[in-house]
Antibody, heavy 119, light 107 residues
Framework: QVQLVQSGAEVKKPGSSVKVSCKASGGTFSSYTISWVRQAPGQGLEWMGRIIPILGIANYAQKFQGRVTITADKSTSTAYMELSSLRSEDTAVYYC????????????WGQGTLVTVSS | EIVLTQSPATLSLSPGERATLSCRASQSVSSYLAWYQQKPGQAPRLLIYDASNRATGIPARFSGSGSGTDFTLTISSLEPEDFAVYYCQQRSNWPNTFGQGTKLEIK
């Protein structure tokens, strides 16, 4: 049974950084594609980027380029999304989602992590 | 960036009726399109991938069609649990954009 378990809610100050984790179980982590998607309150879904752990290659939406870093630790089957220079507009629920391989769509999702940016 | 436009924004129907949701891409995405369902407080759920393939465990009342720029999600006979927000997503180009969503509500 595949599961993605994300780290808990965070409250951050503007200008700071946040790092959200996503621990996978029940499958072959190295072959996954792990995507990160966020959802601001009452808004739609926004794709941020993805990583293929076996390759260690990450792709990012240009909107977040320079502010977001997605990494993966194969030894612990955990992916990370770090977002820097936080502003109030970054307040959102952040989801990780896995595709079984590099050509698969995200079929299992984490429970979401609420990040609140407030002074 | 490819823009996906979903219509209608809100669809009001009754259980047992047929639902037809549309997703139009600003340029061709071939068949690299998926549909997700999201209920309040929950993560999205993959319904359809590559335009017309049902994901594992998805009931047969859900079907997808289309290619290029025009896509449709059809729910043949609405069940009470189908009332939710539906999103399309493309992965033809970076970034893998989502549509703005269609809210399917009970009439």
């Amino acid at each position: 049974q595949v599961q993605l378990v994300q780290s808990g809610a965070e409250v951050k100050k503007p200008g700071s950084s946040v790092k959200v984790s996503c621990k996978a179980s029940g499958g072959t982590f190295s072959s996954y594609t792990i995507s990160w998607v966020r959802q601001a309150p009452g808004q739609g879904l926004e794709w941020m980027g993805r990583i293929i752990p076996i390759l260690g290659i990450a792709n990012y939406a240009q909107k977040f380029q320079g502010r977001v870093t997605i990494t993966a630790d194969k030894s612990t089957s955990t992916a990370y999304m770090e977002l820097s220079s936080l502003r109030s507009e970054d307040t959102a629920v952040y989801y990780c989602a896995r595709g079984e391989n590099s050509s698969s769509w995200p079929d299992y999702w984490g429970q979401g992590t609420l990040v609140t940016v407030s002074s | 960036e490819i823009v996906l436009t979903q219509s209608p924004a809100t669809l009001s129907l009754s259980p047992g009726e047929r639902a037809t949701l549309s997703c139009r891409a600003s340029q061709s995405v071939s068949s690299y399109l998926a549909w997700y369902q999201q209920k309040p407080g929950q993560a999205p759920r993959l319904l359809i991938y590559d335009a017309s393939n049902r994901a594992t465990g998805i009931p047969a009342r859900f079907s997808g069609s289309g290619s290029g720029t025009d896509f449709t999600l059809t729910i043949s006979s609405l069940e009470p649990e189908d009332f939710a927000v539906y999103y399309c997503q493309q992965r033809s180009n970076w970034p893998n954009t989502f549509g703005q969503g269609t809210k399917l509500e009970i009439k």
